[in-house]
T-cell receptor, first 111, second 113 residues
Framework: DTAVSQTPKYLVTQMGNDKSIKCEQN?????MYWYKQDSKKFLKIMFS???????INETVPNRFSPKSPDKAHLNLHINSLELGDSAVYFC??????????FGEGSWLTVV | GQQLNQSPQSMFIQEGEDVSMNCTSS?????WLWYKQDPGEGPVLLIA?????ELTSNGRLTAQFGITRKDSFLNISASIPSDVGIYFC?????????????FGQGTILTVHP
């Protein structure tokens, strides 16, 4: 049983397209996150939701819109994809802030 | 914003050698965490440190929370091939940064059999 699962794992798409990455956690955690890992492996938080409420919103272009239909799901929708959006996007969840469980990542390539 | 400087960026070692890596910050963190990322996977928590000066072990791994709360190190003893991966330090702040993990740049570890 995968604790934090995200789909798709790989996504190749053209510039200008709109795409979504879905995330689900079966750990019963209240908080979910999206992190971005760039080509240099640097990890940076994008968003955090607690019980479906947005609590952290880093300086992310508004083309990125997270949506949390319930506390077990946090999806990431990206409009008008750009080349620079190519990265690995990690979903994560936690019950306490110092124990964060990451998903396996979604490799997004924009061509 | 808060930033962490992690070093070294990469290490190439022989199996059986000990490894040491560290992180420094210009800001104080309340909690220091060390993660490992295997290829094609997400980061996995190795060790969490909660108090300045704390020294914690997890098998062959030992980590310490610096007295100033601005640094931490991770040691791996008697390395084995499965230690290969990227190791990240991460700091968890308080106040307006509550709940936000700040990651170091990562240390890429290669272990030669």
């Amino acid at each position: 049983d995968t604790a934090v699962s995200q789909t798709p794992k790989y996504l190749v798409t053209q510039m200008g397209n709109d795409k979504s990455i879905k995330c689900e956690q079966n750990l019963g955690h209240d908080t979910m996150y999206w992190y971005k890992q760039d080509s240099k492996k640097f990890l940076k938080i994008m968003f955090s939701y607690n019980n479906k409420e947005l609590i952290i919103n880093e300086t992310v272009p508004n083309r990125f819109s997270p949506k949390s239909p319930d506390k077990a799901h946090l999806n990431l929708h990206i409009n008008s994809l750009e080349l620079g959006d190519s990265a690995v996007y990690f979903c994560a969840s936690s019950q306490v802030v110092d124990t964060i469980y990451f998903g396996e990542g979604s490799w997004l390539t924009v061509v | 914003g808060q930033q962490l400087n992690q070093s070294p960026q990469s290490m190439f070692i022989q199996e059986g050698e000990d490894v040491s890596m560290n992180c420094t910050s210009s800001s104080i963190f309340n909690t220091w965490l060390w993660y490992k990322q295997d290829p094609g996977e997400g980061p996995v928590l190795l060790i969490a440190l909660y108090k300045a000066g704390e020294l914690t072990s997890n098998g062959r791994l030992t980590a310490q929370f610096g007295i100033t709360r601005k640094d931490s190190f991770l040691n791996i003893s008697a390395s084995i091939p499965s230690d290969v991966g990227i190791y990240f330090c991460a700091g968890l702040g308080g106040g307006t940064s509550y709940g936000k993990l700040t990651f170091g740049q990562g240390t890429i570890l290669t272990v030669h059999p």
